[in-house]
């Protein structure tokens, strides 16, 4: 790896730890990186025995499809057939949160995609993503924890879970975002939003001029991105939802979350954000939840305005919440 060289320009050597991690990827390793959504367990997208240990090491289903994180738009037209409207959303997010689920090309191996002639592609702004994916291949990479667990938004949460089956993790500090990216089906008429996500649906239909079916059905059975199985994104310990604190039950001995800090906060009740600052809050989201998981109590979650990444924080929530 000492002779790193690209064919894409203006590229400048990427640091050591990358390159090392570049080398496990070229050998059909896989390890913990950080993206700005969640830590993702990355492997080279278009090795079958690679993408294969991805799903042993979570656990994950094989009929649950992975998402191939691209560097620029050169690769992302090696790996999916982009259309008009998908260019026009690269255009606009891109590199950034959002996923694009299109044509697949022959490069991209059908474990990958759960046997569907669809991928679900993304350029995430991570630079340590992007260094290690120019530095290699495509990367599939989903969320760094056993499945259906609540997602890794640092290092020590990648390695803490599954240090033991994988060959590295690159450290790349806390998560920008919190929470995984928004997925839009876009080869459907009308466009489907498939996962909220850190782009709110408002802005991906003002950039293609046209509304977007919010409520698609989900086939359980085939599931056509990430998340979108009923249960997911779950702590171990019981999770409820409230609206009103009125709903938490007198004595509770669990802990409560709310959005904002409550006005004399009690030793069990924990914030997302000073303010009820909706970003924040997503951001802080699973760190929390894993940290009071952590004491096995039962945990009471205060449910966030639909708008927004609110929606985003609420999907998560709901789908915590339907495990119990």
Known sequence: MGNFSSKRENIKRPPSDILEAADFIARGGIGGVPT????????????????????????????????????????????????PEAEKLAAEFWPGPLTMVLKKTPLIPDITTAGMDTVAV???????MLGLIRASKPIAAPSANPFGYVSPTCAEHVRSMLGG??????????????????????????????????????????ALGEELDVSPKVNEAHPQAPGMLKSHYSPKSRLTLFSDAAEIPDGFAGNAIYLARPAEPKKNEYWLSENGD????????????????????????QRPPLSGIGLAIADRLGRAETKH
């Not at 994950?60 to 998402?67: A, M, S």
């Not at 909706?278 to 979650?301: S, T, V």
């Open 165 to 206: 089956k994988i060959d590295f993790v690159i450290d790349g500090g806390e998560c920008a975002c919190g929470v995984e990216s928004t997925i839009v089906l876009m080869v459907s008429s009308p466009k489907k939003l498939l996962r909220p996500g850190p782009i709110p649906p408002e802005e991906i239909a003002r």
């Open 36 to 83: 700005e959504t969640v830590y993702g367990l990355a492997a080279d997208a278009t090795n079958p025995d690679a993408v294969r240990k991805i799903f042993e090491a979570k656990g994950r289903p094989f009929i649950d499809p992975l998402i191939v994180h691209v560097c620029d738009m050169e690769m992302a037209r090696e790996v999916a057939e982009f259309t």
């Open 278 to 301: 909706l970003a924040e809050a997503a951001k802080n989201l699973f760190a929390l939840i894993r940290k009071l998981d952590a004491e096995g109590k039962d945990i009471f979650c």
């Open 122 to 128: 993304r350029m995430p702004s991570h630079p340590a």
